[in-house]
């Protein structure tokens, strides 16, 4: 390295910054490099070090590797401290694993470490991922009792929690509450909230909280416009959602995959399937076809029962170098579900197994739906029972 060839000795917060460098950059590789290039120069790895290794991985959603480096820094006696614990509960929280979070949580309070407001608002945002808003609110409580005043980070990733539950109310009573207690939601409040509403198909509430965004001042992002799209989608309002991709490109902004994504099932929903085509056909011209993108086509074309179309699509996934998600199996077992074609559905669930992607409660009830006698039933009963034993845990503590 040019700093130890000037005979200048590196500290390690020098170390820390290059980390940070070569994974913003995507070179985990040389990231990895400097911890061992310190290691050779006899200066161990700190908490400052292996943090800013951890935080690296993190955005770049290196999750294994990231829980690889957590437990050998545990093995290498290397202290933890407040930002190592937090990063690891936002770690396992974005790899949808809670409860490996409160673990985590846990075991940072049985070492004496003090959480902060990011820590406790981390732990919320991964239980408000998977909609356990029970949960998220006894962390916030909890958080409070701890003497910290909630943010506006706090409130909306409780607001979050609601929202992924279905509980649009809920969402809304924290909104205002937020407001009461003197803390002025941000943008992103405004985008939970439209959220909130568009999952429980009340589009009008969706559109309502839009509008008071920009009543307040704010410039709606992609974000917003894209969550606007999906509110409409969702109900099949086609004609809407091409009015709100006009206000989008008016406003100066490149729709994304997700907002195309949104007029995607839009047409879908709406029956619209020739204009869903040339979308689609637009959007793998220009490679903004995404796996989500082939999910809303597979789901549309089982649902009319094209099953040779929806067979395409999903052939798709793969030539176009994207993994099938569980979204995308269940979607094509879906089609032969409704055929009430059992055998085949069950043998897409071995297949969807063997390519690594494991069945979700959405991948049962439509096993359940291919059912045509009670002793099929109890066949699906018992996969979904071997589902629940044997839960895949990506990672472990």
Same mark, same amino acid.
């Given at each position: 390295?040019?700093?130890?060839?000037?005979?200048?000795?590196?500290?390690?917060?020098?170390?820390?910054?290059?980390?940070?460098?070569?994974?913003?950059?995507?070179?985990?590789?040389?990231?990895?490099?400097?911890?061992?290039?310190?290691?050779?120069?006899?200066?161990?790895?700190?908490?400052?070090?292996?943090?800013?290794?951890?935080?690296?991985?993190?955005?770049?959603?290196?999750?294994?590797?990231?829980?690889?480096?957590?437990?050998?820094? #545990?093995?290498?006696?290397?202290?933890?401290?407040?930002?190592?614990?937090?990063?690891?509960?936002?770690?396992?929280? #974005?790899?949808?694993?809670?409860?490996?979070?409160?673990?985590?949580?846990?075991?940072?309070?049985?070492?004496?470490?003090?959480?902060?407001?990011?820590?406790?608002?981390?732990?919320?945002?991964?239980?408000?991922?998977?909609?356990?808003?029970? #949960?998220?609110?006894?962390?916030?409580?909890?958080?409070?009792?701890?003497?910290?005043?909630?943010?506006?980070?706090?409130?909306?990733?409780?607001?979050?929690?609601?929202?992924?539950?279905?509980?649009?109310?809920?969402?809304?009573?924290?909104?205002?509450?937020?407001?009461?207690?003197?803390?002025?939601?941000?943008?992103?409040?405004?985008?939970?909230?439209?959220?909130?509403?568009?999952?429980?198909?009340?589009?009008?509430?969706?559109?309502?909280?839009?509008?008071?965004?920009?009543?307040?001042?704010?410039?709606?992002?992609? #974000?917003?416009?894209?969550?606007?799209?999906?509110?409409?989608?969702?109900?099949?309002?086609?004609?809407?959602?091409?009015?709100?991709?006009?206000?989008?490109?008016?406003?100066?902004?490149?729709?994304?995959?997700?907002?195309?994504?949104?007029?995607?099932?839009?047409?879908?929903?709406?029956?619209?399937?020739?204009?869903?085509?040339?979308?689609?056909?637009?959007?793998?011209?220009?490679?903004?076809?995404?796996?989500?993108?082939?999910?809303?086509?597979?789901?549309?074309?089982?649902?009319?029962?094209?099953?040779?179309?929806?067979?395409?699509?999903?052939?798709?996934?793969?030539?176009?170098?994207?993994?099938?998600?569980?979204?995308?199996?269940?979607?094509?077992?879906?089609?032969?579900?409704?055929?009430?074609?059992?055998?085949?559905?069950?043998?897409?669930?071995?297949?969807?197994?063997?390519?690594?992607?494991?069945?979700?409660?959405?991948?049962?009830?439509?096993?359940?739906?291919?059912?045509?006698?009670?002793?099929?039933?109890?066949?699906?009963?018992?996969?979904?029972?071997?589902?629940?034993?044997?839960?895949?845990?990506?990672?472990?503590?």
């Amino acid at each position: 390295m040019a700093l130890l060839d000037a005979q200048c000795v590196p500290t390690e917060d020098t170390y820390a910054l290059l980390l940070r460098a070569y994974c913003n950059a995507g070179s985990l590789h040389r990231a990895e490099g400097v911890i061992s290039e310190m290691r050779e120069h006899g200066i161990p790895p700190n908490a400052t070090v292996y943090n800013a290794y951890l935080d690296g991985l993190l955005k770049a959603r290196c999750t294994e590797k990231a829980v690889e480096v957590y437990q050998r820094m #545990k093995r290498e006696r290397c202290r933890a401290n407040t930002e190592t614990f937090t990063l690891m509960i936002n770690v396992y929280g #974005k790899a949808k694993q809670p409860m490996s979070s409160m673990k985590v949580f846990n075991e940072m309070k049985s070492i004496g470490c003090k959480p902060n407001i990011c820590t406790y608002t981390a732990l919320v945002n991964a239980f408000a991922r998977e909609g356990l808003c029970e #949960k998220a609110e006894e962390v916030f409580e909890e958080m409070q009792q701890a003497g910290h005043e909630p943010d506006v980070y706090a409130y909306n990733a409780l607001m979050e929690a609601y929202s992924r539950a279905g509980l649009p109310q809920g969402a809304s009573e924290i909104f205002s509450l937020m407001q009461h207690m003197g803390c002025e939601p941000d943008r992103a409040s405004y985008n939970i909230l439209v959220d909130a509403y568009g999952r429980a198909g009340l589009h009008e509430d969706a559109e309502a909280v839009f509008e008071e965004l920009k009543q307040r001042g704010m410039s709606p992002t992609m #974000k917003s416009h894209m969550l606007l799209l999906a509110a409409h989608a969702r109900s099949g309002n086609a004609a809407r959602c091409e009015e709100v991709m006009a206000q989008l490109h008016k406003s100066g902004l490149t729709p994304d995959t997700f907002a195309l994504n949104a007029m995607l099932n839009a047409y879908a929903r709406a029956g619209r399937l020739d204009d869903m085509e040339r979308l689609l056909a637009a959007m793998e011209r220009r490679g903004d076809a995404d796996v989500g993108t082939y999910n809303v086509a597979v789901n549309a074309y089982g649902r009319a029962g094209y099953v040779g179309r929806m067979e395409a699509a999903f052939a798709a996934v793969a030539a176009r170098g994207l993994a099938a998600d569980v979204v995308t199996w269940t979607a094509r077992m879906g089609a032969y579900a409704r055929r009430k074609e059992y055998g085949r559905c069950v043998g897409m669930v071995e297949e969807m197994v063997d390519a690594g992607c494991y069945p979700d409660a959405g991948t049962a009830r439509v096993l359940l739906a291919a059912c045509s006698d009670e002793r099929q039933v109890e066949q699906v009963t018992a996969i979904v029972r071997s589902m629940h034993k044997k839960p895949k845990t990506l990672f472990t503590i």
